[in-house]
């Protein structure tokens, strides 16, 4: 595996101070957020230098239990291939649930969903994994992923459920330290444990990052220094192996580049004091065993688990047997709070047009309609909630707003056909003109 050093999470907030910071061999930038024919320069200066760029999905919902989707898949291909990247990375997780398989309304989360540990849910995440390292260009890493809730009636622990996956497929492992502390808190899970089971030769580099507790619950927020106990974990795991690359994420409330140095320095410190590795040095691990396609029995046994849970963290219905119901409105609240700061940064005149009241506004809304189509989707039909309840109060941001959606749903289609007329209608309702 290709030594990859220290690293940073590129984001455009951090553009210029990660350029300037000493010691940075490598980026990781969020593949969602890079356009391949017209990537930021930033990253363009930082390829030029030498600095290896690792594009890091978030959507393809490798977990869920639908096959992967071929245009995230030839997306994600795009991107490692315009960044020259050794690597992509992808989540354990499931993002969207619903449609076919159960014949229900397809839901999206919006964020990261922990899977069952059953054999139904590795077996389904095993095929979806071979199907994407198929038709991607270059390695594929997958990450354990923060949870605040645990599935009932799982059948093996997280470094049971990691090694069986990189052992029938060969993938690597993305390991985030951060999230072995946070399953400790939220799901008492020790990290000792997991470390020990999984297979330490697979792992293909190792995430860090902050966030806080509140009310006995860790919240991986990405948005606070690291812990001490976040680095301890990080000090046994290099106890074990060497890592061939260590990166520190940030996604919000960034700090001055005095602090992500001091942060970056404590991550080498904390790896370089563990001393040598006491476990058995990194190999290559063996080939993949063959995978078999996963049946249709389990796929859809795991779609119908996974689209209970989703409906009741975001549609409201009753939640799922043996969940503990508490943490599920933790969750509840989380995904929530997660679209409405997302939904503002892809649309920023709508905080910049409701003013303070926006978060409220969008929470209400949230309440009533689950996602089904992306952010971008959702900021539309958020505006047009707004403006059909006569909000906002002011004439003049319900004018703003107005101008906003139109600009952004696109002319209306001259067809009279019954959708047109539809669309036609709600225009001239939302807007109060004629359209």
């Known amino acids: 595996m290709e030594r990859l050093g220290t690293g940073i999470g590129w984001r455009p907030e951090i553009a210029d101070a990660v350029e300037a910071m000493p010691g940075i061999d490598w980026v990781e930038a969020v593949a969602e957020n890079i356009c391949p024919g017209h990537l930021p320069d930033s990253l363009l200066r930082l390829r030029e230098r030498g600095v290896t760029v690792v594009p890091h999905g978030v959507s393809l919902g490798l977990g869920g239990a639908d096959r992967p989707d071929e245009g995230r898949l030839t997306a994600l291909a795009e991107r490692a291939e315009a960044l020259g990247s050794p690597l992509v990375t992808?989540?354990?997780?499931?993002?969207?649930?619903?449609?076919?398989?159960?014949?229900?309304?397809p839901l999206e989360a919006g964020h990261l969903l922990p899977v069952p540990r059953t054999r139904d849910a590795l077996d389904v995440l095993c095929e979806n994994v071979r199907i994407a390292q198929d038709a991607l260009p270059v390695p594929l890493a997958v990450e354990n992923i923060a949870a605040l809730?645990?599935?009932?009636?799982?059948?093996?622990?997280?470094?049971?459920?990691?090694?069986?996956?990189?052992?029938?497929?060969?993938?690597?492992?993305?390991?985030?330290?951060?999230n072995l502390h946070t399953n400790h808190v939220n799901r008492g899970e020790d990290p000792a444990d997991a470390l020990d089971e999984l297979p330490v030769e697979a792992i293909a580099y190792v995430h860090v990052a902050g966030g806080f507790e509140r009310d006995g619950v860790w919240h991986d927020s990405h948005a606070h220094p690291v812990p001490e106990p976040v680095l301890a974990i990080l000090a046994d795991l290099a106890a074990r192996t060497a890592p061939p690359g260590v990166l520190l994420e940030r996604d919000e409330n960034f700090p001055g580049p005095g602090e992500l140095e001091r942060e970056l320095d404590a991550i080498r410190a904390t790896v370089k004091t563990s001393g040598e590795p006491t476990g058995t040095p990194p190999v290559a691990p063996a080939p993949p065993v063959p995978v078999e396609p996963a049946s249709g029995a389990a796929r859809q046994r795991t779609a119908?688990?996974?689209?209970?849970?989703?409906?009741?963290?975001?549609?409201?219905?009753?939640?799922?047997?043996?969940?503990?119901?508490?943490?599920?409105?933790?969750?509840?609240?989380?995904?929530?709070?997660?679209?409405?700061?997302?939904?503002?940064?892809?649309?920023?005149?709508?905080?910049?047009i409701l003013g303070a009241p926006y978060r409220a506004e969008f929470l209400a809304y949230a309440q009533m309609r689950p996602m089904t189509g992306g952010y971008r989707r959702d900021a539309l039909t958020f505006a047009e909630h707004l403006m059909l309840a006569g909000r906002p109060a002011s004439p003049d941001?319900?004018?703003?707003?107005?101008?906003?959606?139109?600009?952004?749903?696109?002319?209306?289609?001259?067809?009279r056909r019954p959708a047109a007329r539809l669309l036609d209608a709600t225009r001239r309702v939302l807007l109060g003109r004629s359209v």
């Not at 599935?151 to 990691?162: D, R």
């Open 397 to 415: 941001a319900r004018r703003l707003l107005g101008d906003w959606w139109l600009e952004r749903s696109g002319p209306a289609p001259r067809s």
């Open 149 to 178: 809730i645990a599935w009932p009636g799982e059948e093996m622990t997280e470094g049971q459920f990691l090694y069986d996956l990189a052992d029938r497929t060969g993938v690597r492992l993305l390991i985030d330290v951060a």
């Open 90 to 105: 992808e989540h354990i997780a499931f993002v969207r649930a619903g449609g076919d398989l159960t014949a229900t309304q």
């Open 304 to 352: 119908l688990a996974q689209a209970a849970l989703l409906s009741a963290l975001v549609a409201g219905t009753p939640a799922p047997e043996g969940f503990d119901r508490a943490r599920l409105k933790v969750q509840s609240h989380a995904l929530a709070a997660k679209r409405a700061d997302v939904v503002a940064k892809v649309a920023p005149e709508l905080p910049e």
